[in-house]
């Protein structure tokens, strides 16, 4: 059974920082080489959005505009793990923040996958940015 499981939500500071993981079980580190994996958020009453994702096989990454700059992806693959580093917090970064799992068709980055199209979610940590 895959399941993804993330952590490291909080209660931060704006211009603070956060590390949010995800932990993949129920693929070999192997099998998950063939996987995109996404970080998405969702704030009440917007829609889920990605943030970044990432090629398990390569590492090569993708950032939603917002994010450039100040948010970094990264993967451990002998650990099924993947991290979201994220400082200079704003405002408009409060939301529950899910990583996702996607097969990705040959050709395709993970970035031209949508929600609805991931195949695997995890349950959400909530990132909160208040003074």
């Known amino acids: 059974q895959v399941q993804l499981v993330e952590s490291g939500g909080g209660l931060v500071q704006p211009g603070g920082s956060l590390r949010l993981s995800c932990v993949v079980s129920g693929f070999t580190s192997d099998h998950l080489l063939y996987y995109s994996i996404g970080w998405f958020r969702q704030a009440p009453g917007k829609e889920r959005e990605r943030v970044s994702c990432?090629?398990?096989?390569?590492?090569?990454?993708y950032y939603r505009g917002s994010a450039t700059g100040r948010f970094t992806i990264s993967r451990d693959s002998g650990k099924n793990t993947v991290y979201l580093q994220m400082n200079s917090l704003e405002p408009e970064d409060p939301a529950v923040y899910y990583c996702?799992?996607?097969?990705?068709?040959?050709?395709?980055?993970?970035?031209?996958?949508?929600?609805?199209?991931?195949?695997?979610w995890g349950q959400g940590t909530l990132v909160t940015v208040s003074s």
């Open positions: 990432i090629n398990m096989r390569d590492g090569s990454p």
């Open positions: 996702a799992a996607v097969l990705p068709h040959e050709g395709y980055y993970c970035y031209e996958y949508g929600p609805s199209a991931m195949n695997y």
